[in-house]
């Protein structure tokens, strides 16, 4: 149980495109779902924290317009970079909970790598 | 001080040996805690959970808990190779009006044989 997918694995794209990261719970509904953004040899970095029909909270200095969440069902969130720049190439993963179910445990997808050329 | 801290290694141990990792946190309202293993180029993954003061056995693991002392720690027995990795201590935090997990920054493990 607690499966989590992510597509696409890994993506190129130019600079100054916008990039989609899709986040799917398989088999629980996900009422929170985190985005993290991890650079090589470095530790998770929280983006943002999304909950199921309501507005993504970005941790600081993460820029909103930018990076574009939307969790619009139970088991979907997904990430949006825009204009994307190659300061942006990084591990992006995102993780999902069942906080509802008083499940505090974070079940992570298997991460988006982002090259932006 | 930050808030969740790992010694980041990297701990070697031989094969069959004892590694035994160790995490202090800063928050005394924390709850709930976590060791995740995250391999080279890989995304984090769950090994154990803690809730309560003590010890917690899973299989080859053990996670100790001490909120007194603000302390986790992951015991592994009769390490193999196959587990040398990044071990990720997350602590959950109300912060900002919503629950999130704290990462340390890992500690990496070697396991030679």
């Known amino acids: 149980g607690a499966v989590v997918s992510q597509h696409p694995s890994w993506v190129i794209c130019k600079s100054g495109t916008s990039v989609k990261i899709e986040c799917r719970s398989l088999d629980f509904q996900a009422t929170t779902m985190f985005w993290y953004r991890q650079f090589p040899k470095q530790s998770l970095m929280l983006m943002a924290t999304s909950n199921e029909g309501s507005k993504a909270t970005y941790e600081q200095g993460v820029e909103k317009d930018k990076f574009l969440i939307n969790h619009a069902s139970l088991t979907l969130s997904t990430l949006t970079v825009t204009s994307a720049h190659p300061e942006d190439s990084s591990f992006y993963i995102c993780?999902?909970?069942?906080?509802?179910?008083?499940?505090?445990?974070?079940?992570f997808g298997p991460g988006t790598r982002l090259t932006v050329t | 001080q930050k808030e969740v801290e790992q010694n980041s290694g990297p701990l070697s141990v031989p094969e069959g040996a004892i590694a035994s990792l160790n995490c202090t946190y800063s928050d005394r309202g924390s709850q709930s805690f976590f060791w995740y293993r995250q391999y080279s180029g890989k995304s984090p993954e769950l090994i154990m959970s803690i809730y309560s003061n003590g010890d917690k056995e899973d299989g080859r693991f053990t996670a100790q808990l001490n909120k007194a002392s603000q302390y986790v720690s992951l015991l592994i027995r009769d390490s193999q190779p196959s587990d040398s990795a990044t071990y990720l201590c997350?602590?959950?935090?109300?912060?900002?009006?919503?629950?999130?997990?704290?990462f340390g920054a890992g500690t990496r493990l070697a396991v030679h044989p």
């Open positions: 993780s999902a909970s069942d906080w509802l179910a008083g499940a505090h445990e974070q079940y």
């Open positions: 997350a602590v959950n935090m109300f912060s900002g009006g919503y629950n999130k997990l704290i």
